[in-house]
Every structure is written in C-alpha cells, then in structure tokens.
C-alpha cells in the first residue's frame, strides 16, 4: 500500500514538472498555438526611385500549431510611399494550415507610388496581420512587421539655358551650356559633348567635349566654349545635337540626349567715306564691311549742327551683300562755313586798306553724321551711326584796294585780271615803240 502510494506521488510530481515546462517554452515563444510570419521577400526595383511606383512581394506563414483562417494584410505607407489609385492596401487569406513549410507560405504583391521629390535614404513600413484560430470564435490574434525600404534618388541632368541664341559669321564667339542636375542624387563622371551635324559651327581652342567628375542634386555648372562659325555659312538657324553620359548609383553609363538651336548670321557693318562734291551736290559711298548680308538698306543725314541738306535727307539703295558698296548723294550745305567765310571776310576788308590781296583755301569742317538702317538676316531692323569727314572747300578770295565786300572776285577772276593788265601793258608798249619808229623815220627824212 505505501508502495503503490509513493509510485502514485512520483508520477503526480512527473506530470507537474512536465505541464511547468510546457507552460515555460510556451511563455518564450518556442511553442505557439497559433502564430504568423510575416516577411518581404522581393522589391522591385531593388531600391524604390522618385516619382516610380515600387512593388512589395510579401509572404505570409502560419508556424503555429493552430489553423488559422480570415487572415487580413494590410500594409500601412507612409511618406515618401503613398496609395496608388486601383491597388489594395488590404489583402485577404482565407486559410492557413498549421505548421507551415516555407514553400507553403501565401504570397501577397502590393504597389506603391514614390513621392517624386523623395529624398535618398532609407523609410520604414509597418505591415499588419489579423487572423482567427479555425474552430474558435473568440481567439483573435494580430502581428505588426516592420520592413525598411530603400529609397535611391533619381538620376537626371538637363540643360536649362545657353547663354546667348545666335553667332555672327567667321567671329569667335564664347558659348555656354548651364547644366543642372534636376535629380535626388548626384552625378558622376559626367561627359558633356556637342556636334552640328551641317559641320557649320565648331569649336576653336579646344575638342567639343567636356569633362565634370561631380555634380550633386540640384546643383548646376557652366561648360563654356568659344566658338565659330564658317565664313561660307548661309545664314539661319542650326541644331546642335548635345549629349550628357553619366555614371549611375550602380556604375553604368547612361546618357540623355537633347537637341539646342543656335542662329547663324546677324548684324553687320558699314564703312562710309566722302566721294566727291559736284554744284553743291555730295556723294557718299556706302560699303558692306561685315560678314552678313544687308538688305533694304536705307541712308540718311540726321539733323545736326553745322550742316543742313536741300532736299530729302534719305535715300534707300536696296539691299548690299557682303563686299559691296553704292553710292548715296545729297544737297549738303555747310553752315558752319558760311559762318567762317562771313568772318574771314571782314578781315580781309581790314587787310585791303593797305592795298594787299588775300586768299583763303580750304576750311576745316565738323564730321557729318550718317545714319544707316538695314534688315538683318534675322528681320530685326538695325540703325548704324557713322562719321564722315568732308572736304568743303572755300572759293579764293581777293579784295581790293578800296573795295568793300562787294569788290571781291574768285581765285580765277583775279588771274583773268593779271592777264588783261599785262596784255594792255603790253600793248601799250608796243604801240608806243611803233609811234617812236615813225618819228625817227621823218627825222631822216
């Protein structure tokens, strides 16, 4: 009997001692009655890009010892992730069987969308299971699993701006491209290189291609050039095929291709000289001295002090190619002279009350001003002001002894005059002799 009770003691003690263990693996999670697994296996792409939509592959495993049923997922974004119209934050599992191999897991894809100025980082999301033990009506369990995404800034490089929109022909020109990294990461290695396909503009100095190691978001930089164009160019507008290659966050070569214009031709320029001076009548010649064409070529004589024209004070000579010249006259008179001569005059008055005779040649005279308005290759009327120097000459004046203003004749009404003299001089002599030879021929009579 004391036998049977002590066995019956030892068996008690055993079976408590077991219940105790159970209780105590059952209280560090080494054995559940019901449990859910929750892990990202895939994203795609590897690291989520701004303004790109990102898919999660989730696999849900049941590791419990309890059947589990009505099994809800839910993923909970938050910023730089958001809703895509259309997708399902939430997704449902009907059943799960216990103790779960892995091939046995559910499968679940979600897709979110990137916000497009996401910075470069790493962003968590919490994903949420809920789920009923099959066979009860109460035992409700739920799991939160947090899952980092990576998130790589965006690639991107643009040419904002070039620093002007036309060349002149055959003139070394400077030419700048603003390069800005409109991205969230930086660029790497960058080449930048450009090319005409019409072999009409090119770069002097040095290759078309351009090197820059660095460049982070949002920052630019200026590649200059200097430039030309061919000195045959017709004038217009040329394409410029421009090419950034990059390396991305993974070392590969990308590049972007883009496409400039840049106009060829423009202004000119115009070199103008006194031609001759005919019965009060000027000629000016007019000449092409730049690389472009001119057309509807207009020249006019502004108003001005000093001069004044008779007239009309414009002329339009058509149009003047790159070389060539024409000639434009007017009716010019100097004021400037008619003033000089008034004074000159009087003190010539002056100098011939001692019987001496006096004579002016040319005067010195204040530039004319010229103003020349063409049409450029591009249409935008153009107005060009110049200087010339004319050679207004004064008539030769003599004043005589007692003669006032009035008495004065030209250089060559004073030479005639010499000639009458000298002629009647002569004569006077000659005619003298010949009365002489007469008297001494009745004397020897």
Known sequence: MKKFSLLKIILLFSVFICLGAGTALASNGDIKSAYLEVNLTNQNPDAARPGEPVELTVSVQNVGNANLKDIAVTVSPEYPFSKISGEELTKKVSYLNARQDDDDAAVLKFKLMTDANASEGTYDIDIT???????????????????????????????????????????????????????????????????????????????????????????????????????????????????????????????????????????????????????????????????????????????????????????????????????????????QQDAKNAESSSENIKSSDKGENVTFDSMDSNPLKVQIEYTDAKGERITVDKEVKLEMNSGNMTVQGSGGPGNKSSGFGSYLSYIVIIALVGGAFVYRKKIQEKLMGRKKK
Do not use: C
């Open 129 to 335: 299971t809920t789920a009923k033990e099959s066979g009860s009506l109460s035992n409700t369990i739920a799991t939160t699993k947090t899952i980092h995404l990576e998130v790589r800034g965006k690639e991107y490089a643009q040419i904002v701006t070039i620093n002007k929109a036309s060349i002149d022909i055959a003139k070394e020109e400077p030419l700048e491209f603003i390069i800005t990294n409109t991205g969230n990461s930086p660029l790497k290695n960058m080449v930048v290189s450009w090319k005409d396909p019409k072999g009409v503009i090119l770069p002097v100095y040095s290759d078309n291609t351009k090197y820059i190691k660095y460049l982070a978001a949002g920052d630019s930089v200026t590649v200059a050039y200097s430039v030309m164009a061919d000195v045959n160019a017709d004038p217009g507008l040329y394409t410029l095929d421009v090419n950034l290659s990059f390396e991305d966050y993974n070392s590969n070569e990308k590049s972007i291709r883009t496409t400039a214009g840049l106009f060829v031709g423009g202004e000119t320029d115009f070199d103008v000289s006194f031609s001759e001076s005919d019965q009060g009548e000027t000629s000016l010649s007019v000449a092409n001295v730049g690389n472009n064409m001119a057309y509807s070529v207009k020249v006019s004589i502004p108003d001005q002090d000093g001069y004044k024209v008779s007239g009309s004070s414009s002329t339009i000579v058509g149009n003047l190619e790159k070389g060539d010249y024409t000639i434009a006259s007017f009716n010019i008179a100097s004021t």
